[in-house]
């Protein structure tokens, strides 16, 4: 008796067939090319050993058991606990174990504080770690990265910076409610946004009274409230208020230095989109003790600082977020069936995935290429200032751009699994998790247009035409398409760009850097389909590449397997 007709003869209605396995237990280092090269292009060492630990944090992040603490995580999301039984507040806020699970991988493979420390090639490394950890999960990574931004603002204040530089930067994650003079690690939060102004910080009404010195310097009573107000079980946040010399940075620990716990409400947990693992709150302050950090009114100066951290974080987040997306797409699209062939052998589902390939892989290009500037810059190996002018220039264009293009991406690549994909099944239907996530990353660190404003302010900065045009020369040499967007670019850098233009001049940017990486590391296949499906033509719909491409070429490189 055949399959079918012994189901049918149990009394079964019918066999499951042409349904693609789940992509599971793979090593996410070993099978992202891209990745790879990356690393290889903007690590000063890039080592066996370097190599041995991004293995095994790719066989980690990809394995089963983390997709399944994912899942928990995501599904059985934090709980506010505002008040104890017996109507005192507590003002904490619960997480599934499997929260607990993720972080302590994430800490220990050192993707928060470390890096500051680690010498050349540090941020490189962290960076991949960071892509590779975010395919296992996305959200629990916001206090890892507020963390890893925080640092050089904390080093402003030299008691603090004593009593909790290591702790920043210890692997040993510890979660408990307790004063971090009791624990092994600790995790740092941001509190800028208000109500009545997130974008726009000067807006603050949150106010800093005086409140004397001590070994931590200036102290001050903080009064206000901060609208979102993310993993609000962190250990301490940088928070702005205005103070004496207007809107400063302070230092606003969980528990004080005295063991009492500071007077931070926590209002309630916003109900979001997608980022579910991740608790964010609104809260207020009720004279709550912190330290000022670094000079009296340059608030707005130092959270932009931590700023240009996280948003390297959100560039490489969402990169990260596209190359899963494109691997559950070449995964299914290789094993599904329909009219007679397997997807990925359709010639219109072909190019479809081979599009979504070249825009993961200009993604992590040019996410990583900003993460060798942040590297380079700061650790003394930047002797022409040529990688500090396109840190602070890759900044906004890599947040804008990536960010802008993740939502789109994770559209088309859940199509790509017509109606499975749009199916959360309790947490196990990633892309459509994926799907939820991506536009967090455009929004929260500043919004698409305040990164198109970024770019106005960072061309007075510095020479940034002559960088980006050192930078990209020899993709604008190989082919004309490229050679005209550059000298658009040129012109659109020259200071005439208005507000209205700036988003156009912020793509345009990101193009050009991005044909300059693939040209650069890329094979000429992917190099050439770029150039010809977003130079030469506007890339407005995934799938609309140009014939004559070598797309089995650009496929080749992107399936996520290894051999
Ligand atoms: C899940 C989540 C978690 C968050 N966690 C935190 C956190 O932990 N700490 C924290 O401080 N904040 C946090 N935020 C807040 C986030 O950073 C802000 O929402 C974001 O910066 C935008 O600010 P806003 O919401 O006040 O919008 P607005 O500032 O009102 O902006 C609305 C829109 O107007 C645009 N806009 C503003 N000014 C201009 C202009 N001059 N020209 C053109 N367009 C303009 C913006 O680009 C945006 O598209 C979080 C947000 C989310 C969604």
């Known amino acids: 008796m055949n399959t079918l007709a012994h189901a049918l003869a149990d009394g079964s209605t019918h066999e499951v067939t042409n349904q693609s396995r789940p992509l599971v237990d793979v090593n996410l280092w070993a099978i992202d090319r891209p990745l790879q090269e990356a690393v290889r292009r903007d690590h000063p060492a890039p080592d066996a050993a370097l190599q ?3 293995q095994a944090l790719g066989a980690e992040a990809g394995s089963a058991a983390m997709q399944q603490h994912a899942r928990l995580a995501n599904v059985h999301g934090p709980e506010l606990r505002s008040h104890d039984r017996f109507g005192h507040r507590i003002d904490q806020v619960e997480f599934h174990p499997s929260y607990h699970a993720l972080m302590e991988a994430a800490l220990r493979h050192r993707l928060h504080g470390s890096p500051w420390s680690a010498g050349p090639g540090g941020h490189v490394e962290r960076a991949a770690g960071f892509m590779l950890f975010t395919e296992a999960e996305p959200s629990v990574l916001c206090p890892v990265s507020m963390t890893y931004a925080v640092t050089p603002a904390l080093r402003a204040n030299a008691g603090i910076w004593a009593d909790w530089g290591a702790l920043i930067a210890s692997p040993r994650y510890d979660p408990r409610f307790v004063g ?4 092994s690690a600790v995790t740092l939060g941001m509190g800028m946004t208000e109500k009545q102004g997130g974008s726009d910080v000067r807006a603050n009404t949150t106010r800093a009274e005086a409140d004397g010195e001590d070994g931590w310097g200036t102290r001050v009573a903080i009064t206000g409230h901060k609208w979102f107000f993310s993993a609000p079980m962190c250990d301490a946040f940088l928070v702005l ?5 207007g809107l400063s940075c302070y230092f606003l620990p969980r528990i004080r230095p ?6 931070i409400a926590i209002q309630r947990l916003k109900h979001k989109l997608g980022n579910q693992a991740n608790a964010s709150s609104e809260v207020e302050f009720k004279r709550a003790t912190a330290w000022l950090v670094g000079e009296p009114g ?3 100066a130092q959270i932009l600082a931590m700023g240009a951290m996280t948003r390297l974080d959100c560039a490489l987040g ?3 977020l596209m190359r899963q997306a494109l691997s559950l797409a070449l995964h299914h699209g290789a094993q599904r069936k329909a009219f007679g062939k397997r997807l990925i052998e359709q010639p219109m589902m072909k190019n479809v995935l081979a599009d979504l390939a070249l825009e993961s892989e200009a993604a992590t290009a040019l996410a990583m290429r900003l993460a060798r500037a942040v590297d380079r810059s700061e650790n003394g190996q930047d002797v022409d200032g040529h990688e500090a002018v ?3 220039v890759l900044t906004p264009i890599a947040k804008f751009w990536i960010c802008k293009r993740g939502a789109a991406f994770g559209q088309e690549a859940m199509e790509c699994l017509g109606g499975n994909g749009y199916v959360e099944e309790n947490g196990a239907g990633v892309m459509a998790r994926i799907y939820r996530e991506m536009p967090v990353n455009s929004i929260w660190e500043g919004a698409a247009n305040i990164q198109a404003l970024d770019l106005l302010r960072a061309l007075r900065s510095g020479p940034v035409a002559d960088a980006l045009m050192h ?7 190989a082919r004309d398409d490229v050679r005209r967007l550059g000298e658009r670019v040129h012109h659109g850098l020259d200071g005439a760009t208005g507000e209205a233009e700036a988003r156009r001049l912020a793509r345009d940017v990101a193009l050009l850097v991005q044909a300059a990486l693939l040209q650069r590391s890329a094979p000429a296949a992917v190099f050439d389909a770029f150039c010809a499906g977003r130079i030469a033509e506007p890339g407005d719909v995934f799938g609309a590449l140009p014939a004559g491409l070598d797309l089995d070429a650009v496929l080749a490189r992107a399936m996520p397997w290894t051999a």
């Open 52 to 54: 041995a630990r991004l």
């Open 180 to 183: 971090a003079a009791h624990k």
């Open 241 to 245: 208020a205005q103070g004496e010399g």
């Open 258 to 263: 005295d063991g009492s716990v500071n007077a």
């Open 298 to 300: 340059r608030g707005v």
């Open 318 to 320: 969402t990169a990260a």
């Open 390 to 392: 396109l840190r602070r």
């Open 471 to 477: 930078e990209t020369a020899e993709a604008r040499a």
